[in-house]
C-alpha cells in the first residue's frame, strides 16, 4: 500500500521557470512533511519540511504548499535553474513511525 | 561537522554470500535508520536504531539484520544474498528517535549481486 503518492514521475522545466511537483498522502496521523533532493551518486539531501499547522513555507526559490483537508501537499521551485536538476522525494512521517517515501519525481531543468 | 558516513561506497558479492554495511552517523545524533533504495520499489525503511535497541523494522525478511553500538555507530548485515538485494543502501541519522526530527542521510552503499 502507497501511502505518499508523487506526481509527476518526470518533468521537465524551461530555465527561470516554475517547477511544480505534488503528493497526497492518505494516513491523517502524518505530522511531519519533509521533500529530499538527490543528486546521482548521492544520498537525498533535506531541502525543506513543513508541519500540518502551517499551509506555506518558504525558503529562498523553494516553497511548500500544503492543503490538509485535500491531504495534499506540493513543492514549487521558482525560476527554476539547470542546477536543480535531481529527484525530488516527498515524504511523510507520524509520531514513532519511519518516513514514507514517495517515488520520486525526475527533474530536468533545461536551458 | 562531518555528515553521515557509510562505508563501502560500492561492493559486489555473489548469491548466497553476506555482507556487512557500516554508517556512522553524524556526531551527537543518536537515532539511526536504514533504508533500501531501488528503481522500481523507490525508497523503503529497513529498520531504526536508538540507544542500542531496534525501534521499528520495515516490511523485509529476517536476513536483513543490523545493530547499533554505544557510540552510535550501526552496522547493518544482510545474509544468503539474492540477486534481488541489489540496491543502493542508504543510512539516515537524528538527533532523537524519529517524531519530527530531520533526518540526514549519508551518499549510501551500492551493493550488486552477480
Known amino acids: 500500500q502507497q501511502q505518499v503518492k508523487q506526481s509527476p514521475q518526470s518533468l521537465i522545466v524551461q530555465k527561470g521557470g516554475i517547477s511544480i511537483i505534488n503528493c497526497a498522502y492518505e494516513?491523517?496521523?502524518?505530522?511531519?512533511f519533509p521533500w529530499y533532493q538527490q543528486f546521482p551518486g548521492k544520498g537525498p539531501a533535506l531541502l525543506i519540511a513543513?508541519?500540518?499547522?502551517?499551509s506555506e513555507k518558504k525558503e529562498g526559490r523553494f516553497t511548500i504548499s500544503f492543503n490538509k483537508s485535500a491531504k495534499q501537499f506540493s513543492l514549487h521551485i521558482m525560476d527554476s535553474q539547470p542546477g536543480d536538476s535531481a529527484t525530488y522525494f516527498c515524504?511523510?512521517?507520524?509520531?514513532?513511525?519511519?518516513?514514507?517515501f514517495g517515488k520520486g519525481t525526475r527533474l530536468s531543468v533545461i536551458a | 561537522k562531518a555528515g553521515v558516513t557509510q562505508t563501502p561506497r560500492y561492493l559486489i558479492k555473489t548469491r548466497g554470500q553476506q555482507v556487512t554495511l557500516s554508517c556512522s552517523p553524524i556526531?551527537?545524533?543518536?537515532?539511526v535508520s536504514w533504508y533500501q533504495q531501488t528503481p522500481g520499489q523507490g525508497l523503503q525503511f529497513l529498520f531504526e536504531?536508538?540507544?542500542?535497541?531496534?525501534?521499528n523494522k520495515g516490511n523485509f525478511p529476517g536476513r536483513f539484520s543490523g545493530r547499533q553500538f554505544s557510540n552510535s555507530r550501526s552496522e547493518m548485515n544482510v545474509s544468503t544474498l539474492e540477486l534481488g538485494d541489489s540496491a543502493l543502501y542508504l543510512c539516515?541519522?537524528?538527533?532523537?528517535?524519529?517524531?519530527?526530527?530531520?533526518?540526514?542521510f549519508g551518499d549510501g552503499t551500492r551493493l550488486s549481486i552477480l
Open positions: 539516515a541519522s537524528s538527533l532523537g528517535h524519529h517524531g519530527n526530527q530531520p533526518q540526514h
Open positions: 494516513n491523517t496521523a502524518f505530522d511531519y
Open positions: 513543513i508541519r500540518p499547522d502551517v
Open positions: 515524504a511523510a512521517l507520524s509520531g514513532n513511525t519511519p518516513l514514507v
Open positions: 556526531s551527537g545524533h543518536r537515532s
Open positions: 536504531y536508538f540507544s542500542e535497541t531496534q525501534r
